[in-house]
Each structure stands twice: as structure tokens, then as C-alpha cells.
């Protein structure tokens, strides 16, 4: 079950990791031979904790893109993971993520979603900031500090911040690795996919709500789960949704699924109407090759929990829009997530004005909106969540035994670990591979 | 008393139609009839009360400074904009969503059925200037719960209508539900307001 050229496992299996309450270590929460991970991680306070330290306190998540926030005093909320952050752009046109903590005794300094303002004043003792943070005023300064009192000490903390192609990533660490290195492989198909080209936002945000479920339900899914979309997603395929309906049950397990270790980032593209040694199957494998990567639509997955999504929107005059949707899904604790928060839909900037005013996210009837099918998922995960509670969680196990093996196809030319083929258990256990590793690294 | 409107979306000059107006009573059993269908899971029957030319929407909602408005995304002409949110559906999408609710025998999601139940209030009716068409707001209340939950989660709207009278009785031809929620506490999929 080892397979030594998908991953390195026995550099983590020497690792024993923290040690938890109850006196389990984390290497006990983990079965290498047999590819299990015990179901206690998915709910788990403790666990959680650690995460917020380990996993989210040195990656870089995205945050959005330049687009939303185009004028300077623009800022928008976001959340790096549990942590609210003002995302602004300063007067001197730079990007900046700033803490919503007055330094000075604590309280929120942005009480808005959104906005414009070049001040922002807190509501306990009037200390004004200005977008890059700096503290630019403070009342009664000359009767409450000394003459040398230096306000550079006490601005906004500052968050790490780094912007790719226009896309803005954030990063909690105070010595964070350089975006590039966290990247790794990913960084070729992401300078593909988002290179080359402006994008913009288009409006008509998403709408946002609570999953009852731990955000590892869904970065797992996001891994390359194709086999729930059978179990799942089942009604779709029974309304027709994949294929015809009633459609044979192999349909939609066919996918090119790129697992990019060490960086635990991966991306898949898959094809819900192939049949696997299928003559359609053939031609769809030789379009594949010969369409330039970025008109497809793959899914893009960033560890934890960023999608920089690439896809097609056919337009009513028959020809295909490029669309990249951008999201993070934040956790809120550990038995919730909000899905779609910090979702933004990009075009390319010099789609003609005409056809920009005429675009919403989805088009009516487009199937925007918390769709059947994200029901059918935020109930599974919910459902995992539930039982994770259970004190017999701790005996029970999340199992990956399907093994696939890597199959490149012939003259695939990016990097990666690359599974093509009816979708098997490879790219997730890729996934919980690279979780252990960031949860034992020291 | 006629009220000022400051809600969004709602067309100013519109003349009041008060609850003495036998229209108005109408227009209120009208409501009340469509919340009873959607709470038996009567989704077809519910499709009924809609025209073909129904835009069915309901957006997102921000937490804005009140210089900025109510929360809701607007074109510069001050219309609610709409296409992403929850809901932005026109008489094919609503149909499929009720085949998702009821049809497909693994619904997994949806059986055992969620128990919903809701409010329907604060009716105000206007006229238009379109012949035999009304505006209508109301305030929803919904709860809904599965399980054991012993606490349903609730959300409130303000629902702002065009009902037509057709030849086959009343018929809901627009609705733009505002919700007052910005966070919704589970995803209230599939249940319409």
C-alpha cells in the first residue's frame, strides 16, 4: 500500500507529531499502511486548536483579488481563516491587510463588510489609522504622552500580504516562507491559469451561510472526491443533470487529477459525460492535449482551504468566456464553515464594456444560489461532523483504499503526480499526507 | 396612513391599497394558500401560483456603514442588483429545483423531509401602472428544522411582489426577497421564501 513514487511517507512516519490530552499522539491517528485516518480528527477541539496554529497560522490563504478593491480607501472584511482582516488599498495605490485589533486595548476598528474611507477611527478612544495602517492621530496627545511618544509603534498589525497576478494572498506568520516556495509545483498552473491577462470581478456576490460541518470535510472532498458525486449527488444524475438521464454509473468517475507534493495543492479537470475506454473518452483525452491549458475548466485547490477555479461561460452569441472564480471557505470554529464567503468571480479586464454591464455571476436561471447539489454535500458533512463527536469516533477511521497508481498521458507537460483515469482514493490520501506532514513539522 | 417607503426597489407614487380594499384581503389569502403549499412540499402546486415569466431573486445581503445603503449590491440607477445571492431563477430553474426537492427517488438531502413552517405578515399593497398588476411586501418568517434539532433555525425577509391577475386567478410574476440576514445560519437549500 506504500507506494513509494506517489509520496515520501517515511520521512513523516518517523514523526510522531504533539501529543493530545487523552495521551494519543498524532502519528497513532494515522495508518500509513492501510491509508486511514481516524474519524476523531473531524471533530476534535483540541485537534482544531492546533490547526489554527499549524495549518492556518503559516499559509497563505487567498483573500480576494485587486479588482474589489480598485480605488484607494476601498477595504473589504475578510476572514484569514478564524481572523477578521481589513483588506485595503492606501493612498499610494499599494494593497494592505491590517488586523481588525486596535492596539490599543483591543476593540474592532472596521465595523463594516465593505466600504470606502481613508480613516479609520476606533470607537473606544478615537485612535485614527489610515489604510496601510499607520496610526495618524490620536486625541489629547500633547496632555497624555511624553514629547518623544512615537506613534510608528502602535499601528494596525500589519498581516503579510503577496499579490499574484492580481489575486491577494495572506499569511499570519511573521516570517512567512515566500508565496513562490509555498506554492511549489502549483505555482506553473497557477501562472497559467491567471497569467498572461488582467482579470476583474464581476458583482452579485454570493450569498453567505453557515455549514454545520468542520472545514476538513470539505478540503477533503476537494482532494479529488469524484466517487461521492455517484452517491451524493445521485439525484442529479436520476434528474438528468450528468449525461442522460438514468446514465450508467461510470459516468462523471472520469477525471485527470494533478497531486503536486510536497505542497499538498492539487488540481483536476474531469469530464462528466465520459465513459472510461470510450471512443468519446479518446477524442475528449486528444482535445485535452491540444486546447491551450487555461481554456478548460479545472478545479483548483490551495491548501487549506483557497479554490482558484478556471472555467468556460458560453455566452448567447455562442462563443466561451473565460471565468476564474476565487474562494476560501472560513471556519468558524470547529464545527462550522461559511462555503462561499469570500467567493469573487473574475473576467478577463478587457471583456467589452457592453457584455460586463449584461454579466452576473450566474445568468437567471443559471443555477446560482445554494444549489440541490451543494445540499446534498454541506448534509454529508454535517453528517461526518455528527459522528466525529461520538466517543466511538475514536475507534472508527476515514478509509482510502482505492489505489489507482499515476498515469501520465503522453506529452502531459506540467508537474505534479498526475492520476488520469477512473478517479481513485490517490489524490486524498495526498492530501491527508501533506495535513500530517504541516501538523508534525516542527 | 400611508407610509413613506424606504425600503429598496419599492417604486414611489404608487397608490396605496388599503386593508378595507376587498383586493387587499385577496391578495393576502393568496400569500397565505402559496406559504401552505411550500410547507406540505407541494412544490408543483406551488409553480401554479407563478407565471411563465416569473424572475424569482434573492441576493445577498452585506453589513455596510449606512452612508452606503442597506447592504444590498445596486446598479447606479439604484436597482437591487441581481444574479448571484441565493436565488436568481426564472420559471425553468424554479421547476428544477422542485424536481430536485421531490423527484428524484435519492434525495438523500430531502428525505426524510425538513419540517418548515412559515409566517406570512406586514402586508402592504400598491398598484402599479401596469392594468391588473399589484405590488405587494410582506415579511416572511421561516423555520426550519431536521432531526432532533430541539431549536429550528429561522430566517426573516422582506419580500417585495408583483402579483398579476391573470384569467386564472392571482399569479406571483416577480419576487426580490431582502434578507435581513448577512450570515445564514444553515443554507435554508431547496426552500423557497
Redesign the interface.
Given at each position: 500500500m506504500l507506494l513509494k513514487h506517489d509520496f515520501d511517507h517515511a520521512k513523516l512516519m518517523r514523526r510522531d507529531g504533539p501529543t493530545l490530552a487523552d495521551g494519543t499522539s498524532f502519528r497513532e491517528l494515522f495508518d500509513f499502511e492501510k491509508r486511514e485516518v481516524s474519524l476523531r480528527v473531524m471533530y476534535d477541539p483540541e485537534i482544531h486548536q492546533l490547526e489554527l496554529d499549524r495549518v492556518f497560522g503559516r499559509a497563505w490563504i487567498v483573500l480576494g483579488h485587486e479588482s474589489e478593491i480598485p480605488n484607494p480607501g476601498d477595504f473589504e472584511m475578510r476572514r484569514l481563516d478564524e481572523d477578521p482582516v481589513i483588506m485595503t488599498r492606501a493612498a499610494d495605490g499599494s494593497i494592505n491587510l491590517l488586523a481588525n485589533i486596535c492596539p490599543h486595548r483591543g476593540a474592532e476598528v472596521c465595523?463594516?463588510?465593505?466600504?470606502n474611507t481613508t480613516r479609520f477611527t476606533c470607537p473606544y478612544h478615537a485612535w485614527v489609522f489610515d489604510n496601510s495602517g499607520k496610526l495618524v492621530g490620536v486625541p489629547f496627545e500633547r496632555q497624555m504622552y511624553p514629547p518623544n511618544w512615537d506613534k510608528s509603534d502602535y499601528g494596525l498589525p500589519r498581516i503579510a500580504c503577496t499579490v499574484r497576478h492580481g489575486v491577494i494572498f495572506g499569511n499570519l506568520s511573521d516570517k512567512p516562507m515566500s508565496l513562490e516556495d509555498y506554492l511549489g509545483d502549483m505555482l506553473w498552473y497557477f501562472d497559467a491559469l491567471y497569467g498572461g491577462r488582467e482579470w476583474t470581478a464581476i458583482?452579485?456576490?454570493?450569498?453567505?451561510?453557515?455549514?454545520?460541518a468542520n472545514w476538513k470535510t470539505t478540503a477533503d472532498q476537494n482532494q479529488g472526491d469524484f466517487l461521492h458525486v455517484v452517491g451524493?449527488h445521485?439525484?442529479?444524475y436520476?434528474?438528468g443533470m450528468f449525461g442522460a438521464e438514468g446514465g450508467g454509473e461510470e459516468m462523471g468517475q472520469y477525471a485527470m487529477k494533478i497531486s503536486l507534493p510536497p505542497s499538498g495543492h492539487m488540481l483536476s479537470l474531469f469530464e462528466p459525460n465520459a465513459k472510461p475506454n470510450s471512443l468519446q473518452t479518446q477524442e475528449m483525452l486528444k482535445a485535452r492535449m491540444s486546447l491551450p491549458l487555461d481554456q478548460r475548466g479545472w478545479v483548483v485547490t490551495i491548501y487549506p482551504t483557497s479554490g482558484c477555479s478556471a472555467g468556460m461561460r458560453p455566452l448567447p452569441d455562442g462563443t466561451m468566456l473565460m471565468t476564474r472564480m476565487l474562494q476560501s471557505i472560513i471556519p468558524y470554529g470547529v464545527e462550522h464553515f461559511?462555503f462561499s464567503?469570500q467567493g469573487v468571480m473574475l473576467v478577463p479586464a478587457d471583456t467589452p464594456r457592453e457584455l460586463m454591464a449584461s454579466l452576473?455571476?450566474?445568468?437567471?436561471?443559471?443555477?446560482?444560489?445554494?444549489?440541490?447539489i451543494?445540499?446534498?454535500d454541506?448534509?454529508?458533512w454535517r453528517s461526518i461532523t455528527t459522528t466525529a463527536r461520538t466517543p466511538y469516533a475514536k475507534k472508527a477511521t476515514l478509509k482510502y483504499p482505492a489505489v489507482g497508481g499515476p498515469n501520465k498521458p503522453e506529452g502531459w507537460q506540467g508537474p505534479g503526480v498526475i492520476y488520469d483515469g477512473f478517479s481513485h482514493d490517490d489524490s486524498q490520501w495526498h492530501g491527508w499526507m501533506h495535513h500530517y506532514d504541516v501538523m508534525t513539522a516542527g | 396612513m400611508d407610509t413613506t417607503t424606504i425600503e429598496p426597489g419599492t417604486r414611489a407614487g404608487n397608490t396605496r391599497i388599503h386593508n378595507t380594499d376587498p383586493r387587499f384581503a385577496e391578495i393576502m389569502e393568496f400569500l397565505t394558500d402559496e406559504a401552505y403549499l411550500l410547507d406540505r412540499d407541494l412544490y408543483f402546486d406551488w409553480l401554479k401560483c407563478v407565471t411563465e415569466d416569473i424572475a424569482y431573486d434573492m441576493p445577498a445581503r452585506r453589513n455596510v456603514y449606512r452612508e452606503d445603503g442597506s447592504g444590498f449590491e445596486t446598479t447606479e440607477g439604484d436597482e437591487i442588483e441581481t444574479g448571484g445571492g441565493y436565488y436568481a431563477e426564472d420559471y425553468k430553474s424554479l421547476h428544477f429545483r422542485a424536481r430536485q426537492n421531490v423527484e428524484a427517488p435519492s434525495s438523500w438531502y430531502r428525505d426524510p423531509a425538513p419540517r418548515t413552517h412559515r409566517i406570512v405578515s406586514n402586508l402592504i399593497v400598491r398598484s402599479t401602472p401596469v392594468e391588473g398588476e399589484f405590488s405587494a411586501e410582506s415579511s416572511i418568517l421561516m423555520f426550519a428544522n431536521r432531526f432532533d434539532q430541539p431549536v429550528a433555525d429561522f430566517i426573516t425577509a422582506r419580500r417585495q411582489d408583483v402579483i398579476r391577475r391573470t384569467k386564472d386567478g392571482l399569479r406571483l410574476a416577480k419576487r426580490l426577497i431582502l434578507v435581513d440576514q448577512t450570515l445564514l445560519a444553515q443554507p435554508f437549500g431547496l426552500l423557497f421564501l
Open positions: 465595523a463594516a463588510d465593505h466600504g458583482p452579485n456576490r454570493a450569498g453567505r451561510y453557515l455549514v454545520n451524493a445521485r439525484s442529479s436520476e434528474l461559511d464567503g452576473r455571476r450566474s445568468p437567471r436561471g443559471g443555477g446560482t444560489g445554494v444549489s440541490g451543494a445540499m446534498e454541506n448534509n454529508v | -
